[in-house]
């Protein structure tokens, strides 16, 4: 495998970059090349913990009647048995994944359902992949909406605490230094849709504040324009109804009509490249 690159090419590191940002790991294996070699032996250490994700494609399977198909089958999880330390085995599709119509005298029918599957396969990942996507900007969204309410509490402490000559130096130190007897935080917990998880530590924000001065930051007030929402009501839109409407609808569609228009489930699989 390593033949084909140039030396001192950094394969594993390669490898290891794209297996760190994969939802699935497609490993493909001609029937008649299936012995494992010491790249392989090294790429399943870096994939170590990841076992989920793995998926093996059994490629040119049209090229072996089935009796010799299955020999190669069994061959190759005997060969991978060694390399792999988990209980279930990974999925292993058996086909033949190129453009042109099966050999002749082969198991078409299988060959259909198991491309039927990958798709299905690949597709529920990408659905996945998306809500996950959802989930997190949402949950960014929610730090955001606290951190904004957070300072905001602060700039409003410091002005109602000091006075026309008093020393707002000295009242933003103690503010930051002793946030609870400002009741910061407890006025945060009590807005809507806040919750005690959600809160940062305190001494987060004393080592903010240590590096951006309050006096760099305004009210959420003058972020308000005369005419439209403030920010902070689109963040919070966002949180409570856009984002929750737009998971819900996704998984509104994954009824089982809808599986099978995205995936066919008649007997020809979604392959456009495939010539039938």
Known sequence: ????????????????????????????FDPTKLDVGGELELMFRQMKGRESQIRIILNKADSLVPQELMRVYGALFWSMAPLINVTEPPRVYVGSFWPYAYGPDTSHELFKREEISLLEDLNQVIENRIENKIAVIRQHGIRVR???????RYLQTLRDKTGFFG??????????????????????????????FDL?????????????????????SSHCPL??????????????EELPSLLSS????????????ATACEDTPTNRYRRH
């Open 1 to 28: 495998m390593l033949s084909y690159f140039p030396p001192g090419y950094p394969f594993n590191d390669v490898c290891q970059w794209f297996i760190d940002r994969a939802d699935l790991i497609f490993l493909v």
């Open 146 to 152: 606290i951190h904004a309410l957070l300072v905001d």
């Open 167 to 196: 020393d707002s130096e000295q009242v933003f130190k103690e503010i930051v230094d002793d946030p609870d007897r400002f009741y910061i935080f407890k006025s945060i917990l009590a807005k809507t849709n806040v919750s005690r």
């Open 200 to 220: 940062p530590d305190p001494e987060a924000y004393r080592d903010f504040f240590g590096v951006n001065h309050m006096s760099t930051f305004k009210l959420l």
């Open 227 to 240: 005419l439209g929402s403030c920010l902070l009501d689109k963040i919070e839109a966002a949180i409570t």
């Open 250 to 261: 996704m998984a509104a569609g994954k009824g089982p009509d809808l599986a099978c228009k």
